[in-house]
C-alpha cells in the first residue's frame, strides 16, 4: 500500500472521528421565543412570538458542537399547550428519531407545561438518543436573558455521547433534570426546576456534561406505550382538595362532559374532602376512574382504597399524563395501579 492510499485512509478516518452529531431543534414557542418593547421586561412580555431560526441565529457558538438544523412545530405560550400539539410534536420526533442522520432532538418550550410535555415525550417516544427540552424564564428581548445559554448547553447534552438511553431530560439553569422527577419550583427566578423526589440529574459547565444517575423506571425505549399506536387521548382533568371543598360540582360536570378520569391534587397524603369524596365514589361506581396525587410535589401517595388509584410519588401533572395513557391500554382499576406502581 503506498502513501498515498495510507494518506487517504487516515484522512477518512479522522473525519469519522471529528464528525459533528446532527441536531435537530423543534421549536413550539414559549418564553424562550418571546419579545417586549422593553429590554426590562420579564413579565408582560408575548410569549411565541420569535422564530426557530432567529434562536439558532443567537447562539452562532451551537454550530461548533453539531450540525444543526431548525423546524417550527408551533409558536405558543405553553400555557396553552394542547393533546393535538402533544400528538404531532411526538409523532416528528419520532419520524426524525428513526432517520440514521438525525443524532438526537432538542425542542424549546415554554416553561409553564414544559414538565408534562416532557413526561408525555419520555412514555411515548420509543428511542434511545437524546431528547432534550429547553427554554427561558426571560424573554430574548430582555437584559440577561437566560434562553442563549440554556439553548447551548441543551444542544450540549444532546450531543454528548453520555446522553444515549436516560429518557427525556429537561436542561434549565445549568441543571439537568429527568422527565419522569421534574417539576417547576419556582414561578419567575432563573433558577426555576427541580426535581424534589430525586435531585437534579446533573449539571453542565461551560458545555461539559455531568451525571449524577441514570433512571431506572421505564422510559422511551422500555415504556409499554408506542406513540405510534396512539391517535387520540383520553379525556382526564385535575381537581383539587381544600378546605370547605365545593368541587363536587365540578366532578360531576365533568364527567357528564365525557371525562374518563380525574386526578385529585389531596391535601396532605391525598386526603379528599368528604364533600368531594361522596361524589366521587358515586362515580366512580357508573366507571370514572379517580387517582390520588398530593398538592405537596415532595413524598409519596398511598392509598389503602381499592376505588381509588394512589400515584405514588407522581405530581398530579404527572398522574394526568400516565392516566391518560393507561386509559389507551385499559379500564381495569387494578392494572392502572400496576401501571402506577412500574412507571
Same mark, same amino acid.
Given at each position: ?210 451525571? @449524577?444517575?441514570? &433512571?431506572? #423506571?421505564?422510559?422511551?425505549? $422500555?415504556?409499554?406505550?408506542? !406513540?405510534? =399506536?396512539?391517535?387520540?387521548?383520553? *379525556? ?32 396532605? @397524603?391525598?386526603? &379528599?374532602? #368528604?364533600?368531594?369524596?361522596? $361524589?366521587?365514589?358515586?362515580? !366512580?361506581? =357508573?366507571?370514572?376512574?379517580?387517582? *390520588? ?37 385499559? #379500564? ?12
Amino acid at each position: 500500500m503506498n502513501l498515498a492510499k495510507l494518506a487517504l485512509i487516515f484522512i477518512s478516518c479522522w473525519s469519522i472521528a471529528m464528525a459533528k452529531p446532527n441536531i435537530v431543534i423543534l421549536a413550539t414557542g414559549g418564553t424562550i421565543a418571546g419579545q417586549s418593547d422593553s429590554q426590562i421586561d420579564t413579565t408582560g412580555y408575548k410569549a411565541g412570538v420569535v422564530g426557530v431560526d432567529v434562536l439558532i441565529k443567537a447562539v452562532p457558538e451551537i454550530s461548533n458542537i453539531a450540525n444543526i438544523s431548525g423546524e417550527q412545530v408551533a409558536n405558543i405560550d405553553s400555557a396553552d399547550m394542547t393533546n393535538e400539539i402533544w400528538l404531532k410534536l411526538a409523532n416528528r420526533i419520532d419520524a426524525l428519531l428513526s432517520q440514521s442522520n438525525v443524532d438526537g432532538i432538542v425542542i424549546t418550550h415554554g416553561t409553564d407545561t414544559m414538565e408534562e410535555s416532557a413526561f408525555f415525550l419520555n412514555l411515548v417516544i420509543h428511542s434511545d438518543k437524546p431528547i432534550v427540552i429547553t427554554g427561558a424564564m426571560r424573554p430574548a428581548s430582555a437584559l440577561s436573558a437566560d434562553g442563549p445559554k440554556n439553548l447551548y448547553n441543551a444542544v450540549s447534552l444532546a450531543a454528548n455521547k453520555d446522553s444515549k438511553n436516560r429518557g427525556v431530560m429537561i436542561v434549565m439553569n445549568d441543571r439537568i433534570q429527568s422527565a419522569r422527577f421534574a417539576s417547576k419550583t419556582h414561578r419567575i427566578n432563573t433558577d426555576s426546576f427541580s426535581s424534589p423526589n430525586a435531585g437534579d440529574m446533573g449539571y453542565i459547565v461551560d458545555g461539559r456534561v455531568f451525571f @449524577n444517575y441514570k &433512571i431506572d #423506571k421505564p422510559h422511551t425505549t $422500555t415504556s409499554m406505550f408506542n !406513540i405510534r =399506536n396512539i391517535k387520540t387521548l383520553p *379525556k382526564v382533568n385535575i381537581l383539587y382538595s381544600y378546605a370547605n371543598d365545593g368541587s363536587s360540582v365540578a366532578a360531576k360536570a365533568l364527567f357528564d362532559n365525557g371525562t374518563e378520569g380525574i386526578v385529585v391534587a389531596g391535601s396532605g @397524603n391525598g386526603s &379528599i374532602h #368528604k364533600y368531594q369524596k361522596e $361524589t366521587l365514589e358515586r362515580l !366512580i361506581s =357508573n366507571g370514572l376512574l379517580v387517582v *390520588k396525587s398530593s398538592r405537596i410535589d415532595s413524598g409519596i401517595t398511598t392509598s389503602d382504597e381499592k376505588d381509588f388509584i394512589a400515584s405514588n410519588d407522581l405530581n398530579p401533572r404527572m398522574a394526568r399524563i400516565l392516566l391518560m395513557l393507561s386509559l389507551t391500554k385499559t #379500564k381495569d382499576i387494578g392494572e392502572i395501579q400496576k401501571i402506577f406502581d412500574k412507571y
